[in-house]
């Protein structure tokens, strides 16, 4: 490999190994202690492993490098326009100019092509900006459960003072807001009653729909798929539609404000789409493996009950998960039917029970809200693929 | 001249691990059609990905024509591309299709009519489209699929499918072509056909092309020269009759030829033979030759001649299993031994512990 | 097609439709009387005077349907279903083709980076709802924290984010998209990988760039999958009511009120079945459309 070592990228990481001695040279002087020492420190360690990892042509190290470049470039800019140039600040502006300038020389001079060459001749640019974008949205989309941990364990006194700055704990942490979910509200009794109408509905379900996903998949030839097709379709019915007249026949049926309303009502809206996803399972069995079972004496029945339903089993599991986090979802339905504190979903008693008149207890609140999220996120995201695969109609394979 | 050249090209895709192509030094001339022959794992498919900029090298240079293009992207190495499965964009019309890189490459540039007056915009556009339009019809035309031309991918058949990627391929008149096992996905009779088609098509516009296949049959039909690559190395070069007569290694050997060649281990060399040069040993007239007793074992009749499988007996070739093919005119019983003999230019000889070919030597059999 | 006929009717043969009938008809049964009987139902109340507490029932016609009709609510209610429903959609349609295009390539990390962006999805909807409410408060809002300390905002004049019905709308259409963009993403990202990789491969061969390769051919191959990520984030924004309900409540000045949530306000808590029957009624022809839409995309991809 005759590819020099270009001068320039020594230059850049001496640049960012002196950048990081003085970074971690002042925090030992100056700021020993406190966050915004570990900040600093976090800081020189980060430009330390950079300027390494650049002289030694690691590829990520040129990649961050470029982040932490455009990340200035485009902060620099936003403050020039937006700050500086609107309050008329002309130095500001200017020191501001310099750096989008030296940032932008910077990025222009990793991206010549003997820096390029010597990195693997590919541009950085791809893989920097994929980065960011990922970086922007998971920052985005993940940061209100960051907000729900941190204020969780914040101490009134901090959550409530706006001088404060947000998003450090400015006071020692606490457990005060668990300690009122748990012993002063009804909390563990709307987790108790979630799960355990989440049990029945996943029972109800399973009962109905696995029988129904493989006659329609295996039984009924041609039609059973249009009749398929149509259940699915029930399943774009929303509740916002069908709760007005549920809440009579809930009514005439003496159910109101009992759980038992909700037992009889969710597996309307976990059904469909059950059978539908079963229906892919079933499908995706090769029907020689039920037809040797046959020819060795199971009826076709039992060859579904001991043969069918073991080999399916992920697709049951899914089934399961699918029904509970849909109860755990759902709140149109028990808005409407349950009316005692004591008798809630989990989904409605956090927004509407734990508010005492105008008064919020946000600690409690988002403490409620994040461990009731996480348990149901996390198995939720195990079964992605499946549940994908049902939303999507067959729409893939196309 | 060179127009495709590959230097010490070598291809790693996982750090530690064997490479997929290892030290590849290769030069392919002007018009000329090359094959890369080898079986599957064999790094042939990767040489080619990097040839077309799909794949970055770990390390070496890719020549095309005076330039080296290793830091080019596919679409500015102006090179054409047909893929085992076609990758035909379905939602475009065949029509679509075709003019898809003259559209992407931007390559119809009209900037004055006929008579050199410069256009406005609108009428820059339709000019271009007229162009294209002709650009397509011709191509198609060169490959028969001109009545094709509103269709869908999914409404046209396997050999239709291959003819519209090869008018997509040459529409935009490329300086190389590079055909990825493009008859894999048809059917044996099909495959036949499409073959001359794609060599007839090959002499008529004469663009440098590298094909990529591990069907020797084809490499043999086809190739001005074959490149057989096996574990990512180049085990031999040249032209179909060098490679299938005078094989470089005992790969080669075996892999060339259908059934394989004949190899005996001998001492310190392997000699091998053809299984049509091990014929009856009293039909070898006018040449030296080397005789054996060979025991048959099955016998194939497919037509129009022998495939005899067997063993050889007596000496120090006992036991060893060869296969003959011979023409009929003669009948072997099963079980039976009769005098085989190879004359003697036909014998090769490769290295015991390189495998490579080696100079001819003396055989003591007895 | 030859195939596709055979095996049709090799499943005929094996067909055993009593069996079959009696092991679906259970389920069917149950959505008949569960989704069959309440949508009959809906309709009929619509067209009566039928009230929480009272058994008595009268067939009144059209008079449900006029009175909403001149009721400026509904109007606003109409107009804010459709206009949250379109943007929320154009904004998801956006993020999560940006996203599924930068989650594609697997990398390290990549399974970590999709939980985070999933959770907004498969966490309880009126749960993560509750967590915005606080993100926007009036006086503690992190956002205007942030815009404070970036001297953006003046800290006296503060902006109301559920307050002013500008911001309020915002609010919603932004929660919706934060809830929506993860599921989008993911059925994308399934789009998107089954395109075999020597299509891009081949335009890029062809010449064709970046945007041309994305907008004229993955995004054309995707149709049918994008159409599916539409049509569902359409249904889940426009028959929500979660939302807006923890939110604002419809507020400020039904600024915000979608028909949803109007159904619900007359249905239930003002008691009026019939008033609720009727608005909800307004949300059929939209389910009717995007099941015929669905319909077709089905029937699309099973000819190709």
């Not at chain 1, 970074?23 to 002087?29: D, G, P, Q, S, V």
């Not at chain 1, 029945?301 to 599991?317: D, E, M, Q, R, Y």
């Not at chain 2, 088609?197 to 090959?202: A, D, I, M, T």
């Amino acid at each position: 490999m005759a590819n020099r070592h270009p001068l320039g990228l020594k230059l850049v990481s001496g640049l960012l190994a002196v950048l990081a001695v003085f970074l971690l040279a002042t925090t030992a002087r100056y700021h020993a202690a406190g966050v915004m020492g570990l900040m600093r420190l976090a800081g020189g360690l980060l430009l330390a492993v950079l300027a390494i990892g650049l002289w030694k042509l690691w590829n990520w190290a040129r990649t961050f490098v470029f982040l932490l470049l455009t990340i200035d470039v485009l902060s620099n800019l936003a403050a020039l326009f937006l700050y500086a140039l609107r309050q008329a600040k002309h130095r500001l502006a200017l020191e501001l100019i310099v750096q989008i300038g030296i940032g932008v020389l910077l990025l222009w001079y990793l991206q010549r092509p003997q820096v390029r060459k010597v990195f693997g001749g590919q541009s950085a640019w791809p893989s920097t900006v994929k980065t960011l974008v990922l970086g922007i949205f998971t920052v985005l989309l993940g940061f209100p459960f960051y907000w729900m941990a941190i204020a969780s364990f914040k101490q009134n006194l901090d959550l409530y003072a706006t001088e404060n700055n947000p998003f450090i704990f400015n006071l020692p942490p606490t457990l005060d807001h668990l300690r009122f979910l748990f012993n002063e509200t009804h909390y563990v009794q709307w987790l108790a009653n979630t799960a355990l109408v989440g049990v029945l509905v996943v029972g109800i379900t399973l009962a109905l729909a696995l029988p129904a996903a493989y006659s329609l998949a295996r039984l009924t030839g041609r039609w059973g798929e249009r009749l398929g097709i149509g259940i699915f379709l029930t399943y774009l019915i929303p509740p916002t539609l069908l709760f007005i007249p549920l809440s009579r026949i809930i009514a005439i049926l003496k159910l109101q404000d009992s759980m038992w309303a909700l037992v009889l009502v969710y597996p309307s809206i976990t059904i469909p789409f059950s059978i539908w996803l079963l229906m892919g399972f079933f499908k995706s069995i090769p029907k020689e493996l039920e037809d040797a079972a046959m020819v060795d004496g199971l009826t076709r029945f039992g060859a579904f009950v001991k043969l069918v339903i073991p080999i399916s089993l992920s697709g049951i599991l899914t089934v399961v998960i699918f029904t509970f986090t849909l109860v755990t979802q759902e709140f149109v339905y028990s808005l409407t039917f349950i009316s005692s504190e004591s008798k809630q979903m989990i989904g409605v008693g956090i927004p509407i029970f734990l508010v005492r008149g105008d008064v919020y207890y946000w600690g409690a609140l988002m403490a409620a809200c994040l461990i009731a999220s996480l348990p149901i996120a996390f198995l939720y995201n195990l079964f992605l693929d499946r549940f994908i695969a049902g939303f999507t109609v067959g729409a893939v394979k196309g | 001249m060179a127009i495709v050249q590959v230097r010490d090209l070598t291809k790693v895709f996982k750090e530690g691990e064997l490479g997929a192509v290892n030290n590849v030094n290769l030069e392919i001339r002007e018009g000329e059609f090359l094959v890369f022959l080898g079986p599957s794992g064999s790094g042939k498919t990767t040489l080619l990905r990097m040839i077309a900029g799909l794949e970055q090298p770990t390390s070496g240079e890719i020549m095309i024509g005076d330039r080296v293009v290793n830091d080019l992207s596919p679409r500015e190495r102006r090179i054409a591309m047909v893929f085992q499965s076609y990758a035909l964009y379905p939602h475009l019309t065949v029509y679509r299709n075709i003019a898809f890189p003259l559209r992407a490459q931007k390559s119809i540039r009209v900037e004055t009519s006929e008579d050199g007056k410069p256009l406005g915009f609108f009428e820059r556009i339709s000019a271009r489209r007229k162009v294209e339009r002709e650009k397509v019809e011709w191509a198609a035309s060169l490959l028969g699929i001109g009545g094709l031309l509103q269709r869908k991918p999914r409404e046209l058949s396997g050999g239709e499918r291959q003819r519209v990627a090869l008018a997509r391929a040459i529409v935009r008149e490329p300086s190389v072509f590079l055909l990825d096992e493009p008859l894999s996905n048809l059917d044996a009779k099909l495959r036949l056909s499409a073959r001359e088609e794609l060599e007839r098509f090959h002499r008529r516009v004469g663009t440098t092309t590298i094909y990529v296949t591990h069907d020797q049959v084809e490499a043999m039909a086809m190739g001005d020269r074959i490149v057989v690559l096996n574990k990512g190395v180049v085990r031999q070069f040249g032209t179909p009759t060098e490679v299938y007569d005078d094989p470089a290694d005992t790969f080669v050997a075996t892999f060339l030829g259908s059934p394989p060649m004949n190899l005996i281990e001998n001492g310190d060399v392997i000699v091998g033979f053809r299984p049509e040069h091990f014929r009856v040993a009293e039909d070898i007239k006018d040449t030296a030759k080397v005789v054996f007793n060979f025991k048959v074992e099955n016998a194939e009749y497919l037509g129009a001649e022998y495939i005899l499988s067997g063993t050889l007996v007596g000496g120090r070739a006992e036991g060893k299993k060869v296969i003959a093919r011979l023409l009929l005119g003669h009948s072997f019983e099963v079980g039976k031994t009769y005098q085989f003999g190879v004359p003697s230019q036909h014998l090769k000889f490769f290295d015991r512990t390189t495998e490579k070919k080696t100079t001819p030597g003396t055989l003591s059999w007895q | 097609m030859a195939i596709k006929q055979g095996k049709i009717k090799s499943i005929g043969a094996a067909q055993s439709p009593w069996l079959g009938a009696a092991m679906f008809s259970p389920a069917i049964l149950y959505i008949v009387l569960l989704i069959g009987a309440p949508f009959v139902l809906a309709i009929y109340y619509a067209f009566s005077d039928a009230r929480i507490g009272s058994t008595d029932l009268h067939f009144v016609g059209l008079e449900n349907f006029r009175s909403i009709l001149q009721s400026p609510s509904f109007r606003k209610a109409v107009q804010n279903s459709i206009i949250f429903t379109v943007v929320a959609q154009v904004i998801v349609m956006v993020c999560s083709n940006i996203l599924s295009i930068a989650l594609e390539k697997p990398f390290r990390a990549r399974g970590l980076v999709r939980f985070l962006i999933l959770l907004s999805w498969v966490a309880p909807v009126s749960l993560g709802t509750i967590g915005w409410k606080w993100i926007l408060d009036s006086i503690y809002s992190v956002i205007t924290w942030l815009l404070v300390w970036l001297r953006i905002v003046n800290p006296f004049d503060t902006p109301m984010w559920l307050g002013e019905p500008k911001l309020a709308m915002a609010s919603v259409i932004l929660v919706h998209c934060w809830r929506l963009i993860p599921f989008s993403t993911v059925i994308l990202l399934a789009g998107r990988t089954a395109i075999p990789k020597e299509i891009p491969e081949a335009a890029s061969i062809d010449g064709a760039g970046f945007w041309r390769t994305l907008f004229q051919i993955n995004l054309p191959m995707m149709t049918p999958i994008l159409s599916v990520a539409v049509l569902f984030g359409t249904i889940f924004t426009f028959t929500d009511m979660t939302v807006v309900y923890i939110l604002t409540n419809g507020g400020p000045y039904d600024s915000t009120q979608t028909l949803p949530l109007l159904a619900f306000t007359q249905g239930i808590q003002a008691s009026d079945l019939a008033a609720g029957a009727a608005i909800s009624i307004f949300l059929v022809p939209v389910l009717v459309l995007i099941a015929w839409l669905m319909l077709q995309v089905a029937h699309r991809t099973e000819v190709s």
